[in-house]
């Protein structure tokens, strides 16, 4: 795989369900974001991971959301007991390093929708 | 905070030029561009870092203003294949807070 992928693409979910979504990130490449877009609208950060470690957590709207990655390559973005609001698309993106200095290459993304 | 972008939209003719602008209100490290076409995942264009240096396409030309904190991307000879949502990114080391985006839209 070149590219980053994500999983599923599409994702359909009942309100109150819990759904996990899925990062493969670039080989190699350290430094990987998680980015929420809505209808329209621009990216929010949500969280990023330097290897295994998070230090920035402040882009999660709230304590429903929690993200994890492991050995360094694959992460995956929990929402617990999700809301309609929660319907967005949801990208992931990774770098050699941290993104202030490095090109970002953005997933495919997983468009979840919450009825 | 959201870096503010102008304009929020835009309509060329092909072969015409456009400017998008980024600013910011906090001393920045960095500033990205990136384009994102209809239903597609957003794309490096530039990264212009503070003390000069930029990484990016050679076809793309844009500038950063570290003082004001603000930075320009110039399009030229416009193309079809520009048409996109363009966004900035401001960065004050370690992630990324973007912009609302300038829609961009280029007619035969």
């Known amino acids: 795989g070149a590219g980053v992928s994500q999983s599923p693409s599409n994702k359909v979910t009942e309100k109150g369900k819990d759904v996990e979504l899925r990062c493969d990130p670039i080989s190699g490449h350290t430094a990987l974001y998680w980015y929420r877009q809505s209808l329209g609208q621009g990216l929010e950060f949500l969280i990023y991971?330097?290897?295994?470690?998070?230090?920035?957590k402040s882009g999660l709207p709230s304590d429903r959301f929690s993200a994890e990655r492991t050995g360094g390559s694959v992460s995956t973005l929990t929402i617990q007991r999700t809301q309609q609001e929660d319907s967005a698309v949801y990208l992931c993106?990774?770098?050699?390093?941290?993104?202030?200095?490095?090109?970002?290459?953005f997933g495919p993304g997983t468009r979840l929708t919450v009825l | 905070q959201q870096p503010v972008q102008s304009p929020q939209a835009v309509i060329l003719r092909e072969g015409e030029d456009a400017v998008i602008n980024c600013s910011s209100s906090k001393a920045l490290y960095s500033v990205h561009w990136y384009r994102q076409k209809h239903g597609e995942a957003p794309v490096f264009l530039m990264i212009l870092l503070k003390g000069g240096e930029q990484k990016g396409h050679e076809k793309i030309s844009a500038s950063f203003n570290e003082k004001k904190q603000q930075s320009s991307l110039y399009l030229t000879a416009s193309q079809l294949s520009y048409s996109g949502t363009y966004f900035c990114g401001t960065s004050e080391g370690d992630k990324l807070t973007f912009g609302t985006g300038t829609r961009l839209a280029v007619r035969p």
């Open positions: 993106a990774s770098s050699l390093g941290l993104a202030g200095a490095n090109e970002q290459f």
């Open positions: 991971f330097q290897g295994n470690s998070a230090p920035d």
